[in-house]
């Protein structure tokens, strides 16, 4: 009897040495508003059910970059990190939708367009170079006819930029940026100048990415968090204060006014069947097949 109830033991334990899904799942994450639903799953404490803990970065490139040394299982982040990372990660792949962003990516700076076309001067721009924000900028330089010679990158982090004040108004300023950081920005004396909802034509869309093989192997804990995600964003739709109340420490001091304005600024597209959209991600050879 003995014997059988250490073979058994024995068993369990092989078993559970065995079982993918027994493996602690890390994403990488930025504070951006449509990763929040992974934040209220967090607090919730939805994620310790399914062994899935956050890391917390402060920029997309960060974010890839940590994904790419294989410090993560799977990040968060739009199709610009993805087409990057994919030329060295042939089956790395988007498998759960957040948002695409419709205001919520940015251009701020402390003159007007008119002004920074019709001078000559250098323009200081601070952005994440390796992220959407770099797109962002191209998009506006050609779309202005601004010569790109004219052009200082300075690459920082948002955090870093949202520290940022107009303390030289004589200086041409850009800022590329995304809410929360935004309104943070708008009080040092910037002022937005274009976004996705207002004069940039870029589809931005933020998903979760991992390998084939991650998903393949971990799909249990990549469908469970999906449906948690999906309960996030029907919560945040339906009592967006509760919600916010849960996460309000991740938003970098985002007021409740300035959260349910930043709502307005995307639109959540984890379940959706538009045919148009479907059409958009095409376009910008955005992968479907491996979508939950």
Same mark, same amino acid.
């Given at each position: 009897?003995?014997?059988?109830?250490?073979?058994?033991?024995?068993?369990?334990?092989?078993?559970?040495?065995?079982?993918?899904?027994?493996?602690?799942?890390?994403?990488?994450?930025?504070?951006?508003?449509?990763?929040?639903?992974?934040?209220?799953?967090?607090?919730?404490?939805?994620? %310790? %059910?399914?062994?899935?803990?956050?890391?917390?970065?402060?920029?997309?490139?960060?974010?890839?970059?940590?994904?790419?040394?294989?410090?993560?299982?799977?990040?968060?982040?739009?199709?610009?990190?993805?087409?990057?990372?994919?030329?060295?990660?042939?089956?790395?792949?988007?498998?759960?939708?957040? %948002?695409?962003?419709?205001?919520?990516?940015?251009?701020?700076?402390?003159?007007?367009?008119?002004t920074f076309?019709?001078?000559?001067?250098?323009?200081?721009?601070?952005?994440e170079m390796?992220?959407?924000?770099?797109?962002?900028?191209?998009?506006?330089?050609?779309?202005?006819?601004?010569?790109?010679?004219?052009?200082?990158?300075?690459?920082?982090?948002?955090?870093?930029?949202?520290?940022?004040?107009?303390?030289?108004?004589?200086?041409?300023?850009?800022?590329?940026?995304?809410?929360?950081?935004?309104?943070?920005?708008?009080?040092?004396?910037?002022?937005?100048?274009?976004?996705?909802?207002?004069?940039?034509?870029?589809?931005?869309?933020?998903?979760?990415?991992?390998?084939?093989?991650?998903?393949h192997l971990?799909?249990?804990?990549?469908?469970?968090?999906?449906?948690?995600?999906?309960?996030?964003?029907?919560?945040?739709?339906?009592?967006?204060?509760?919600?916010?109340?849960?996460?309000?420490?991740?938003?970098?001091?985002?007021?409740?006014?300035?959260?349910?304005?930043?709502?307005?600024?995307?639109?959540?597209?984890?379940?959706?069947? %538009?045919?148009?959209?479907?059409?958009?991600?095409?376009?910008?050879?955005?992968?479907?097949?491996?979508?939950?």
């Amino acid at each position: 009897m003995r014997l059988f109830v250490l073979s058994l033991l024995a068993l369990l334990f092989f078993s559970a040495c065995n079982n993918p899904n027994e493996k602690q799942l890390k994403i990488s994450v930025t504070t951006w508003i449509g990763y929040s639903p992974l934040f209220y799953a967090k607090e919730k404490g939805w994620l %310790d %059910d399914i062994n899935v803990k956050l890391i917390n970065v402060v920029s997309l490139g960060e974010n890839m970059y940590l994904y790419q040394a294989g410090n993560s299982d799977a990040y968060c982040g739009t199709q610009y990190e993805h087409s990057i990372l994919k030329q060295d990660i042939p089956s790395l792949v988007p498998v759960i939708l957040f %948002d695409r962003s419709n205001g919520g990516d940015i251009i701020m700076g402390n003159h007007s367009i008119q002004t920074f076309q019709q001078s000559r001067e250098k323009i200081h721009v601070y952005l994440e170079m390796d992220s959407i924000n770099y797109t962002l900028l191209q998009d506006f330089i050609h779309g202005y006819d601004i010569d790109e010679n004219r052009i200082v990158y300075i690459d920082r982090d948002q955090a870093e930029i949202s520290s940022l004040h107009n303390k030289e108004p004589e200086k041409l300023v850009l800022i590329i940026t995304y809410i929360p950081f935004d309104s943070k920005l708008s009080k040092q004396g910037f002022t937005e100048l274009l976004s996705t909802k207002n004069g940039l034509d870029i589809f931005v869309i933020d998903a979760l990415y991992t390998r084939k093989e991650e998903l393949h192997l971990h799909r249990k804990q990549f469908t469970a968090l999906k449906q948690m995600t999906d309960k996030a964003i029907q919560v945040v739709k339906q009592d967006p204060r509760a919600f916010y109340e849960t996460i309000k420490s991740y938003m970098n001091t985002m007021s409740y006014s300035e959260f349910e304005s930043a709502l307005d600024d995307i639109i959540w597209i984890n379940q959706t069947s %538009d045919e148009k959209l479907k059409e958009r991600m095409q376009q910008a050879s955005f992968p479907m097949d491996s979508l939950l």
